[in-house]
């Protein structure tokens, strides 16, 4: 469901109009800013705050800008990737305040599932054609100290050509705590069981006033930084994230994104950039009053913009989010900048209890289905952006003569 009229977002999405023509009717000072961005200078912070609070003729001057900047760097092809979410327990004791997930152990729908049955489940993907398994689950104090790499070692002998997305930093804190293992060690030996990368969730804000509101008990920002930059040098990769819309100002998504480029340019580790949208309904946050809803539409058409031309030559990557958006505002991002449309999921359960009423499953066909409403091809994806089909073999006379 899209909040915003329709009619005001399709006057935002671009329409065939020049970009030179949508520069001269923006502000100077936007259009400077824009015109800088095309030409592949490198935005600052104090540009990205103008751009994160433009709206009319500034508005759409910068999602045609993103738009373009997009279809030069990483062309017109709507990349997805077909994955299963495995949420492996929702047994949690840190109390976020903007998660809905979360149960105690003696609740009746808590659950920790054996490895019988994430493997039953990874089966059921792989039949489906998943090439990715994204496992991560609540903090549960119950699990063993070694849950995490015998999990990986699990799914690595059943399934050796699987890519295994897994662990949240805040996973990656836990599990070290409980080995008694400083971030490098421990994470070198989950790569060693199986962990191909990381997601870069547990971020929300990267602003420790922020995060004392949203959960004084998670990762802070220097072990979050610390556990990533760990990560990309011993050659895990990780997406990167913002979680937006609930008590954050444009300061803070501004000083979030200019960090996770500084990230970037340090270690190249992101393999994409993927703004969440904070889904409020069954949150503490809301039922305590301390959010308003925030409409969805024009505002997150804004961010994906802003956020191509900020990342522009750093992270090229940038990921729509169909669970928090819905199809329809996902397909129209597409417009302002996004060229990856996430996953097929198969299952998503964080999102659904905070109220997202998107589903948790999108086919590729719909996928596809929904690139070709904005007039764009798509093609699936492994998870480190490469073509998951086969090659064909060599012809046999050229193996003769080789």
Known sequence: ????????LLAVLPDGTPLERRLAAARPEIARVLAAAVSGERIDTEQLLLLLDVSGADLTALIATADQVRHTDV????????????NFTNVCFVGCQFCAFKRQRWESDAYTHDNDAILAKIDEAIGRGATEICMQGGI?????????????VAIRAAYPQLHIHAFSPMEILYGSRRMNMPFGPYLEMLRDAGLGSIPGTAAEILDDDVREILSHKKVDTAAWVEIITTAHRLGIPSTSTLMYGHVETTAHIAAHLALLRRIQDETGGFTEFVPLRFIHDNTVLYRRGLVEPRPRGVADLRLYAASRLFLRGSIDNLQTSWVKLGHELAAFSLQAGCNDFGGTLMEESISREAGADAGEYTSAEEIVAWSASVGRPARQRTTLYADPRPRPSPAPELVAHA
């Not at 469901?1 to 005001?8: G, V």
């Not at 549960?140 to 990986?152: E, G, I, K, S, V």
């Open 75 to 86: 062309g017109d092809v709507v990349t997805y990737v077909v994955n299963r979410n495995v």
């Open 1 to 8: 469901m899209i909040d915003d009229p329709r009619e005001a």
């Open 140 to 152: 549960n104090p119950q699990m063993p100290a070694t849950t995490y790499r015998d999990l990986l």
